[in-house]
């Protein structure tokens, strides 16, 4: 009697354990899947009008805890670099072209609209002047303007020299720095305000040059 009321109890423990660590994995998997991400989708590069440009696609998720931020009337900042390399076998690779696109997400409670401003200098909430700033009904219309980054002109076709190959460093993140205080402290050990990206394209002679 004692063997079989010690089995069961053993048994029950074990059933227990088991169920908490499902419970657990599935918690996991549900903040894994609503956390903030980015991928991308497209990268490529074209000859346009004298001028080499770029033109990317993001998959761009942001997770609750930037959401919620946003809701509050947080500004939300996001930063897009792209610099141009030539190769240089001999040396470090010449930095041929660097731009950088600035964006700043912010909900108006008032309006209840979302605007969205963009510049090609660094952007604060003093400092928007030069700025392009569109404003959208929901938060879906004005992610799709950060996701879709198409036309961008990085640098005049004189200065890529030819016959020589260059690289393209692409990288997009979400700056954490200017946020007020207290949301830069919770970021810390958020997983959600972790979003970041980098790639690497190669850029080949254009043909008949």
Not at 154 to 159: F, G, V
Not at 190 to 203: A, E, F, K, V
Request: hydrophobic residues 40%; charged residues 25%; glycine residues 4%.
């Amino acid at each position: 009697m004692v063997f079989i009321t010690h089995f069961w109890k053993n048994a029950r423990q074990r059933l227990e354990r088991s169920a908490w660590l499902a419970a657990a994995l599935l918690v996991c998997v549900a903040t894994a899947a609503i956390a903030s991400s980015v991928e991308l989708a497209e990268m490529r590069t074209e000859r346009s009008d004298g001028a080499l440009v770029l033109h990317t696609t993001l998959k761009l998720e942001l997770g609750p805890a930037v959401e919620e931020a946003l809701d509050k009337g947080v500004p939300v900042y996001f930063v897009a670099e792209a610099e141009v390399l030539r190769d240089r076998w001999y040396w470090y690779d010449r930095k041929v072209a660097s731009v950088t696109r600035y964006y700043r997400l912010v909900y108006q409670p008032l309006t209840r609209r979302w605007r969205l401003n963009v510049s090609g200098e660094p952007l604060s909430a003093t400092g928007l002047g030069g700025s392009i700033a569109q404003s959208f009904d929901n938060l879906p219309e004005a992610l799709s303007m950060i996701r879709r980054q198409s036309g961008w002109k990085l640098a005049e076709l004189s200065e890529l020299e030819p016959d020589t190959r260059h690289n393209l460093n692409y990288r997009f993140r979400l700056d954490v720095s200017q946020l007020p205080r207290p949301f830069q402290i919770a970021a810390g050990s958020q997983t959600d305000w972790s979003l970041s990206l980098s790639r690497n394209l190669r850029i080949n002679p254009e043909p008949g040059r």
